[in-house]
């Protein structure tokens, strides 16, 4: 059983900064790319950053600049470091394996975390 658990969401005010973590546990043999998402409220969720297993980066342009994404391989956890944050800042930040192993030869399959709120006031 494979769990993604996200944590360092909250209320923050403009200008300021959050860092989310994401702790992949169970039986997780290969992970490719680890990335986070966002949900605001009423819209569809959307791709915020992409990590790939040598540290290759990519970003939504909406937050280029104030978000870096890192990952620890050897631990399992995916970060997503937010400053300069913003009110349209504001959703559920999801963590997603899109690719995953759960042993070796097994199938390749996606995981989403639960999500944690992030909350930026003007």
């Known amino acids: 059983q494979v769990r993604l658990v996200e944590s360092g969401g909250g209320l923050v005010q403009a200008g300021g900064s959050l860092r989310l973590s994401c702790a992949v546990s169970g039986s997780i043999f290969s992970i490719n790319e680890m990335e986070w998402y966002r949900q605001i409220s009423g819209k569809q969720r959307e791709l915020v950053a992409t990590?790939?297993?040598?540290?290759?980066?990519n970003y939504a342009d909406s937050v280029k600049g104030r978000f870096t994404i890192s990952r620890d391989n050897a631990a399992d956890m995916v970060y997503l470091q937010m400053n300069s944050l913003k009110p349209e800042d504001t959703a559920v930040y999801y963590c997603h394996l899109p690719r995953a192993q759960t042993r070796s030869w097994g199938p390749w399959a996606e995981y989403w975390g639960q999500g944690t709120q992030v909350t930026v006031s003007s």
């Open positions: 990590i790939t297993v040598g540290g290759s980066a």
